[in-house]
């Protein structure tokens, strides 16, 4: 017993508990880099957008020319259409880099709540819904609250879960602690950093070893 279990220390204390633990553990197994994290928003989601923003560029400068919204006149110069164009195109172009930057970060929350194990339908939802109002508030709370990233087991290389506390494959504890005082500690620390204690017998072996 070293207090790993929830529900000993009350509900909502032990639910903080382990949700403080699994934030931990996000920032100690996770260094991921940004050019990483781009590769998580859907490859449709990107040639979507682009040929989109392509489409609109074209029927905006099609109508513009036609002089069909305007009663003949291109807009915003009235009797040169190359500045038209390019004035119009600017305007378009400035639309898309508001609102898509918002759209791809909505894709890149629904891929990555599903490769973390969590409800990404909900999430999408809930920055979608939270969008109008708070613009960036949903996805805050995301990118504080969402569940760290399968990772290997240390001694085995399995992919565990980040609720695990054993691996299931050989049994390794993913989340020692110090036999003595019982904080968490990392599998490859030689002593304990809060109290010393030696934990070249203890950690490592597989903690079950009887
Ligand atoms: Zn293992
Ligand atoms: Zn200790």
Redesign the pocket.
Known sequence: MNGKEPGTSGGITSAWNERMRLIRLRRKKERSRFRDELKVIPRWLVITLAAKFVIVQIVAMAINLSGVANNGVVWPVSNNAWLSSLALAGIVTLFALFIFPWILLLGYVNRDAKRRGMNSALWTLVCIILMPAYVALGFIIYFLVREPLPYACPKCGATVGPRFNFCPTCRCDLHPS?P??R?EIVENDKF?P??G?DLAATVNTGAFTT
């Open positions: 110090c003595n005082c904080r304990c809060f109290c204690q």
